[in-house]
């Protein structure tokens, strides 16, 4: 069975940094393109980046361009995503995600084979 467990997620003040992280427990890591999804209180859950399984190809929602970054390391069956100059509107729960699809607009309305149990982020003013 597939899983998929986030980690560093926390309260951070508005500016801050955060890096997420997800592993995939299964050897066929590589052959999944891995992305991440968020959903603030109140609000329906939203794409924010995936990256294709080389790490060659990443596409990103309007949420999560200029100051968020998605890598991966197939070594180490790892996704991240950098967030930075953290702003309270990106309070949310992440939530990594796996499927086959490559990057790209079908993300934005996809769900994906693979979810993880989501790790908290809060940012205050």
């Known amino acids: 069975q597939v899983q998929l467990v986030e980690s560093g997620g926390g309260l951070v003040q508005a500016g801050g940094s955060l890096r997420l992280s997800c592993a995939l427990s299964?050897?066929?890591?590589?052959?999944?393109?891995m992305g991440w999804f968020r959903q603030a209180p109140g609000k329906e859950r939203e794409f924010v980046a995936a990256?294709?399984?080389?790490?060659?190809?990443?596409y990103y929602s309007d949420s999560g361009s200029g100051r968020f970054t998605i890598s991966r390391d197939n070594a180490e069956n790892t996704v991240y995503l950098q967030m930075n100059s953290l702003k309270p509107e990106d309070t949310a729960v992440y939530y990594c995600?796996?499927?086959?699809?490559?990057?790209?607009?079908?993300?934005?309305?996809?769900?994906?084979?693979?979810w993880g149990q989501g790790t908290l982020v809060t940012v205050s003013s």
């Open positions: 990256v294709s399984w080389t790490g060659g190809n990443t």
């Open positions: 299964r050897r066929t890591f590589s052959v999944y393109t």
């Open positions: 995600a796996a499927d086959r699809a490559p990057p790209g607009r079908s993300w934005f309305r996809r769900a994906p084979e693979v």
